[in-house]
């Protein structure tokens, strides 16, 4: 069963740091680029970033370009997002999603693209 599942949410102070994970089980992650998405309350989802398959490319938004990292360990069969300088407007659940392409060379954030999805994870930036 494809799964993806996101961790590492949670209440953080404007300008601190969180790392979220994706673990994905059921199929080969390193066949497969990953994206992260985030919904803010009241507001559609929107793409955050993304890495391809081979981890050697990265695309951003630029509301988080500077910010964000997004790393993989393939042998963990995990995606990272690593969020810096967090802002109140990075308020959000944080979604990780798979491809549906295998081997892309490259990777877009554009959601039509991906085609599982986590459960989604929550974070909250505030003082």
């Known amino acids: 069963q494809l799964q993806l599942v996101e961790s590492g949410g949670g209440l953080v102070q404007p300008g601190g740091s969180l790392r979220l994970s994706c673990a994905a089980s059921g199929f080969a992650l390193d066949y497969y680029g990953i994206g992260w998405f985030r919904q803010a309350p009241g507001k559609e989802r929107e793409g955050v970033g993304c890495v391809n398959s081979r981890g050697d490319t990265t695309t951003f938004a630029d509301s988080v370009k500077g910010r964000f990292t997004i790393s993989r360990d393939n042998a963990k069969k995990t995606v990272y997002l690593q969020m810096n300088d967090l802002k109140p407007e990075d308020t959000a659940v944080y979604y990780c999603?798979?491809?549906?392409?295998?081997?892309?060379?490259?990777?877009?954030?554009?959601?039509?693209?991906?085609?599982?999805w986590g459960q989604g994870t929550q974070v909250t930036v505030s003082s």
């Open positions: 999603a798979r491809d549906r392409t295998a081997f892309l060379r490259l990777c877009y954030f554009i959601e039509k693209n991906y085609g599982t």
